[in-house]
């Protein structure tokens, strides 16, 4: 478990390199998706974080002109709109939907949000272990969940962002935003999309020292300009009530 790679952040706790032991579990292939987290609100009237607050955020490009513009953004993320309205299903706010997106990862869900489903269907949320032993499919050691190389034979194998972040995307993966939980090849485990897509919540918290949760994966902004943590060692953070437009969940059965 681990890296030691020197395009890593020592800051994030990458490393060392270590070996760890996991007892058998069963992981989700792929992300909840939104067509799953409806059937959870559905059956118990559940509000979202985003809901209750009132807002998430959206990433600023996938906004109409006014709303962008209207919109408060952090000044340390300018690509990012705190949108009044945007919740799971309105995910870039009023006026949008999920309907031609039931097989996308849900997004606009807290940490919170990820285990009250959790909850109610029996499961958990992975460890940070279990989710990079699960990632890594069997591999030791590699950079990607297929391998060393991002784009072997020139074939993109997850959904991240491809020109120069954050303002001009090619998508020459496919997908601009988020894509279907299942698009891309699996891993060596058959798990798809443990790299790109969206930020996937873990059970673990970050760092003792931080009241933050562990998050895993990348999402489809990562660049490696700023952001290469689509690496299978890569590890980031954030609040268990916040949410965005690129951070969701798989599960894990409770043994």
Not at 182 to 191: C, E, I, K, Q, R
Request: glycine residues 10%; proline residues 8%.
């Amino acid at each position: 478990m681990g890296t030691d790679d020197a395009d890593g952040f020592p800051d994030d706790h990458e490393g060392p390199v270590r070996a760890v032991t996991v007892p058998p579990f069963a992981v989700d292939v792929h992300a909840v998706t939104n067509a799953r987290f409806a059937r959870f609100v559905e059956a118990t009237g559940y509000r979202t974080d985003a809901e209750r607050f009132g807002w998430s955020y959206v990433f600023a490009s996938f906004l109409p002109g006014p709303l962008r513009r209207d919109s408060p953004r952090p000044e340390q993320t300018p690509w990012w709109c705190g949108v009044q309205g945007a919740l799971w299903s309105a995910p870039e706010g009023p006026g949008s939907d999920v309907a031609d997106r039931w097989d996308h990862p849900v997004v606009h869900v807290s940490w919170n949000d990820a285990d009250a489903y959790c909850r109610w269907a029996g499961r958990r949320l992975p460890t940070e272990v279990e989710w990079e032993y699960a990632a890594r499919g069997g591999l030791d050691q590699a950079r990607y969940p297929w391998g060393d190389e991002l784009t072997p034979g020139g074939e993109h194998r997850c959904n991240i962002w491809q020109g120069r972040f954050p303002v001009r995307n090619t998508a020459e993966d496919g997908h601009a935003g988020t894509a279907p939980a299942d698009s891309f090849a699996p891993n060596g485990f058959g798990l798809y999309n443990v790299a790109g897509n969206v930020w996937e919540w873990c059970a673990d918290w970050f760092d003792p020292a931080r009241a933050n949760r562990s998050m895993r994966g990348g999402s489809y902004l990562c660049h490696d300009s700023y952001c290469n943590r689509y690496r299978v060692a890569a590890r980031t953070a954030n609040t268990p009530d916040s949410s965005s437009g690129n951070t969701g969940f798989r599960t894990v059965a409770v043994s």
